[in-house]
C-alpha cells in the first residue's frame, strides 16, 4: 500500500510538470503500464487527475480546492501579503515573493508579479532552488548546523547558470555571509537576467519563519540597483516579523 500511494504521488508531481502519455508514467514510474494505467485510473476517479481526449493525462480540479487549503493553512501568507504589495510598489513595481521552508524545500507561498514585461518563470507552491535562489539561501542559513549540515549534503548543485554556486564549500561561504549581514543575493544565478535579494522573517524567538526577496531583471535595474533595495526589503521583514509576533496578542 505504501508503495502505491509513493507512485501515486510521484504521480502527481510528474503532471506538475506538465501532461504525460500513459507511456510516460509507467517509464517514468520503472513499472509495466498496466500498474500504470490501475494507479492513473484510481486517481482519475477522485479528480485528482484527469485525461484529455488526446488520452494524455493532467493534473485534475480536486487539486484546486487542496492547493487553497494548503496555502491558506500557511498563516504567514496572511499576515505578509499586504507588506508584500507594499514592498513590490515602494520598490518601482519589482516582483515580490514569500518563501518558507518545508521538509528541506524552499516552497513559494506568495508572489507579487512584476509590473514590467519582463517575468520570473518562478510560481506559488512550486520549489525554490536551495543553492542558486536569495530566499533558498536565507533559509537554509538559518537552520540549526546538524540539519543545515544534512541539507547542504543532499543539494545537487545543479548549474542553472555561469554564475550558481557550484559546490558545498562555495555554498557553505555564501551562508555564513548571509547570517552576518542580514540577507542573502541571487547574482543571476538562477536565471541569467535576474538579480535578486532575500531577507528573513523571524518569530518572537528570533527562528526564521519565512523568507521574503524582490527580484529584477537586469535591464530595468544593474545587480548594485538591486542591492540598493536591501534597505526596503529589510523594513518589509521587519515589519512583518512583527506583524507575525503580535498575531495572537
Known sequence: MSQSLSR?????IELG?????????????????????????TLEADRFVRRDDRQRYHLGSRLFALGGAALAQ???????????????????????????????????LAKVESTHAVRMYSRVGLPAALHATAVGKVLVADLPPGERDAVIAG?????????????AAGYREV??????QGWAEDAAEHEDFINCVGA??????GRVVAAVSVSVPDVILPREGVRALVPQLLAATEAISADWAGRSS
Do not use: C, W
Open 200 to 205: 528573513p522573517v523571524r518569530d518572537e524567538a
Open 155 to 167: 543539494i545537487e548543485f545543479r548549474p542553472f547558470t555561469s554564475r550558481t554556486i557550484a559546490d
Open 8 to 12: 501515486a504521488l510521484q504521480i502527481l
Open 17 to 41: 510538470e506538465g501532461e504525460r502519455s500513459l507511456d510516460q508514467v509507467a517509464a517514468s514510474l520503472e513499472v509495466h503500464k498496466t500498474t500504470a494505467m490501475r494507479l492513473l485510473h
Open 175 to 180: 551562508l555564513a555571509r548571509t547570517r552576518e
Open 74 to 108: 500557511h498563516a504567514i501568507r496572511d499576515v505578509a501579503q499586504p507588506h508584500l504589495a507594499r514592498l513590490a510598489a515602494e520598490t518601482g513595481g519589482q516582483a515580490v515573493h514569500l518563501a518558507a521552508y518545508e521538509n528541506g524545500t524552499a516552497i513559494y
